[in-house]
């Protein structure tokens, strides 16, 4: 059965200060990684999708890492508008359809 | 602007009634899906349906029901059977690359529905 675990659960930063979030995965046949962020009482909005293992991507503060076992989420000087849930979600193949299975997230809160 | 509208925001369910959650996406997407999210629980797939007039069940099917008769809409029944309904309810989308190509999941704002 695939898995994705997420930590931690929760996170709470200063303004300023950088860390990481892990997503860890046992899946067969991986076909895609995917980070989310999630406001609350919102949909998830798509912030990456990594395919092979040494891939990596970039959006302003966030940088996406993906290795054969793991992905991380490096926030680089997060400030208090970066506060909102992470998902981290793989998609393998399985009877016919690109399964994706999702983690339970990240809490990020920065505090200015 | 093209993307994914759920409505409504909030639903209010009686209990023995069925309801029905609307799901638009104007991304021309062939696969569109249903999840619902719990707290302290990853999304869970309800239903996902990879082109129109076809769909299929997911995780936890049981006391749900979907139509796909349009590309652009993906409704979901919640049924009087389904004991528990109180959830965050998410309609997604994706191209529908069967190579895996471009299986990125866009998703909609959500519909958070509550029983009386």
């Known amino acids: 059965e695939d898995q994705v675990t997420q930590s931690p659960e929760a996170l709470r930063l200063q303004e300023g200060e950088s860390s990481s979030l892990n997503c860890s995965y046992t899946?067969?046949?991986?076909?895609?990684l995917f980070w989310y962020r999630q406001d609350p009482g919102k949909g998830p909005e798509f912030l990456f999708t990594l395919y092979s293992a040494g891939e990596e991507k970039e959006k302003e503060r966030l940088k996406a890492t993906l290795t054969k076992k793991e992905s991380f989420l490096h926030i680089t000087a997060p400030k208090p508008e970066d506060s909102a849930t992470y998902l981290c979600a793989v998609q393998a193949y399985s009877g016919g359809y690109q399964k994706v299975t999702f983690g339970i997230g990240t809490k990020l809160q920065v505090i200015p | 602007d093209g993307g994914i509208t759920q409505s409504p925001k909030y639903l209010f369910r009686k209990e023995g009634q069925n309801v029905t959650l609307s799901c638009e996406q104007n991304l021309n997407h062939d696969a569109m899906y249903w999840y619902r999210q719990d707290p302290g629980q990853g999304l869970r797939l309800i239903y996902y349906s990879q082109i129109v007039n076809d769909f299929q069940k997911g995780d936890i099917a049981e006391g749900y029901s979907v139509s796909r008769e349009k590309k652009e809409s993906f409704p979901l029944t919640v049924t009087s059977a389904q004991k528990n309904p109180t959830a965050f309810y998410l309609c997604?989308?994706?191209?529908?690359?069967?190579?895996?190509?471009?299986?990125?999941?866009?998703f909609g704002p959500g519909t958070r529905l509550l029983v009386l």
């Open positions: 997604a989308s994706s191209e529908g690359d069967p190579t895996g190509g471009k299986e990125t999941q866009y």
């Open positions: 899946v067969s046949g991986l076909r895609g």
